[in-house]
């Protein structure tokens, strides 16, 4: 079952219209888990740890870290990496299309560009 972290500063827009599209869906936002202003490393370890997917719009800092831990031979969380130029109704139906499409296994150790 595919589940959802939301990072810090994600969309909350995003958040709320895949709950109400699909309110089944697991969609944990970072601050909800007391991770308010944690570092990226932590966020990438805790995101692994609980088997959910990142959601960040972050293209700097949590791709480069990402790729550092997987250099050190570390398995990282599916991130996907939300583009903020297209529409949030846009990024949505990407999401629930990874919901009901992919199975967890087939996302392991990857970041994704979205939308796809």
């Known amino acids: 079952m595919i589940r959802f972290l939301a990072d810090e500063n994600f969309n909350n827009h995003i958040v709320r219209g895949i709950v109400l599209r699909n309110p089944e ?3 944990l936002r970072l601050q909800d888990a ?3 202003g944690e570092d990226d490393p932590t966020v990438l370890e805790f995101a692994l740890m609980e088997n959910r997917i990142l959601l960040t719009h972050d293209v700097e800092t949590i ?3 990402a790729y550092s ?9 599916p991130i996907f990496i939300i583009k903020q130029n297209v529409t949030i109704s ?3 139906e990407n999401l629930l299309l990874f919901y ?3 199975d967890e296994s087939e996302l392991k150790n990857k970041i994704l560009f979205l939308p796809i």
């Not at 831990?69 to 990282?76: D, F, N, V």
Request: net charge negative; with cysteine; aromatic share 4%.
């Open 25 to 27: 869906i697991d969609i």
């Open 69 to 77: 831990r997987a250099a050190e031979g570390k398995e990282i969380p």
């Open 90 to 92: 846009q990024i949505i």
């Open 63 to 65: 791709p480069k870290f």
């Open 100 to 102: 009901e499409c992919c």
């Open 34 to 36: 007391g991770l308010s």
